[in-house]
């Protein structure tokens, strides 16, 4: 008996550090980034991220990219923003973004959300945004 609950322990603790703990080397980076969307193509662009479409979804976990969101919101100047936010959690930021930038299938992905986009001034595609809080 003193065995089965020792080895009940010995699991349940593996769960939990399974489920909820993180490697020591893994270092979650959180990115936001903002880009305008034309409003003649809110609808086609909705369309385009809706559930039923499998987009890319599969490249971005490929490349360590997690909690991908994008949320929409029109400011006071009348436009429509989107607003994304992702965590990565590789180890290599730079080489994991220049091998999903030369997936054909993100790059064809791009092609076409790209046109229904307008980058804010200066810009040319979305706009990184520097975090200021978090709350762990």
Same mark, same amino acid.
Do not use: C
């Given at each position: 008996?003193?065995?089965?609950?020792? #080895?009940?322990?010995?699991?349940?603790?593996?769960? $939990? +550090? %399974?489920?909820?703990?993180?490697?020591?080397? /893994?270092?979650? !980076?959180?990115? +936001?980034?903002?880009?305008?969307?034309? &409003? *003649?193509?809110?609808?086609?662009?909705?369309?385009?991220?809706? /559930?039923?479409?499998?987009?890319?979804?599969?490249?971005? /976990? @490929?490349?360590?990219?997690?909690? $991908?969101?994008?949320?929409?919101?029109?400011?006071?100047? +009348?436009?429509?923003?989107? $607003? +994304?936010?992702?965590?990565?959690?590789? /180890? *290599?930021? !730079?080489?994991?973004? #220049?091998?999903? #930038? =030369?997936?054909?299938?993100? !790059?064809?992905?791009?092609?076409? &959300? %790209?046109?229904?986009? =307008?980058?804010?001034?200066?810009?040319?595609?979305?706009?990184?945004? @520097?975090?200021?809080?978090?709350? *762990?």
């Amino acid at each position: 008996m003193k065995q089965l609950k020792l #080895a009940i322990l010995l699991v349940a603790a593996l769960s $939990f +550090g %399974a489920l909820y703990g993180k490697s020591s080397n /893994t270092q979650v !980076q959180r990115v +936001g980034m903002v880009i305008g969307v034309k &409003t *003649d193509q809110l609808s086609a662009y909705e369309a385009l991220h809706a /559930t039923s479409n499998p987009g890319v979804r599969d490249l971005l /976990t @490929k490349y360590n990219m997690h909690n $991908f969101t994008i949320y929409i919101h029109q400011l006071d100047d +009348g436009k429509y923003y989107l $607003f +994304g936010y992702y965590e990565y959690t590789g /180890t *290599d930021y !730079q080489a994991d973004m #220049a091998k999903l #930038a =030369a997936e054909p299938r993100n !790059q064809k992905w791009l092609s076409v &959300t %790209a046109p229904m986009q =307008a980058p804010l001034a200066g810009e040319k595609a979305w706009a990184m945004m @520097k975090e200021v809080y978090h709350n *762990d």
